[in-house]
Nanobody, 121 residues
Framework: VQLVESGGGLVQVGGSLRLSCAASGSIFSINAVGWYRQAPGKERDLVAA???????YYADSVKGRFTISRDNAKNTLYLQMNSLKPEDTAMYYC????????????????WGQGTQVIVSS
C-alpha cells in the first residue's frame, strides 16, 4: 500500500487548505485512515481519522475547523482545513490502520511521505 499526500502549502492565518491522500491497494476501503501532524521538536499527533464505516475522530485543537472525508471509490482521503492558525503549521502525514483506536495508540500500518503546511501571520 502506498499513500501519497498533496495539497500542502503556505497560507495566511484564517485561510483554508485541502489536503488529499491518494492510496494504492484495496485495503483503503476496509481500514481506518487519518491525518497526523508533526511540528519541529514535537511529537507526531493524530489530527483526524475516519473509519471504514464513516465514524470520525478529531483532536480537540481542530474540532469545528477541520473536516475529514474519504472517497472509497477513488481510494482518496481528504482533510479540509479552515480558519487556519499559526499553530497548525506542521508536516501532515496520511496514515492507515485497522481502526481509529489503533490509530490513537498509535499503531499505524502505512504512512505517507508527508506534505508541509505553513500558516503565516
Amino acid at each position: 500500500v502506498q499513500l501519497v499526500e498533496s495539497g500542502g502549502g503556505l497560507v495566511q492565518v484564517g485561510g483554508s487548505l485541502r489536503l488529499s491522500c491518494a492510496a494504492s491497494g484495496s485495503i483503503f476501503s476496509i481500514n481506518a485512515v487519518g491525518w497526523y501532524r508533526q511540528a519541529p521538536g514535537k511529537e507526531r499527533d493524530l489530527v483526524a481519522a475516519i473509519s471504514s464505516g464513516g465514524n470520525t475522530y478529531y483532536a480537540d485543537s481542530v474540532k469545528g475547523r477541520f473536516t475529514i472525508s474519504r472517497d472509497n471509490a477513488k481510494n482518496t482521503l481528504y482533510l479540509q482545513m479552515n480558519s487556519l492558525k499559526p499553530e497548525d503549521t506542521a508536516m501532515y502525514y496520511c496514515a492507515s490502520s485497522s481502526t481509529i483506536a489503533t490509530m490513537l495508540e498509535p499503531r499505524v500500518d502505512y504512512w505517507g511521505q508527508g506534505t508541509q503546511v505553513i500558516v503565516s501571520s
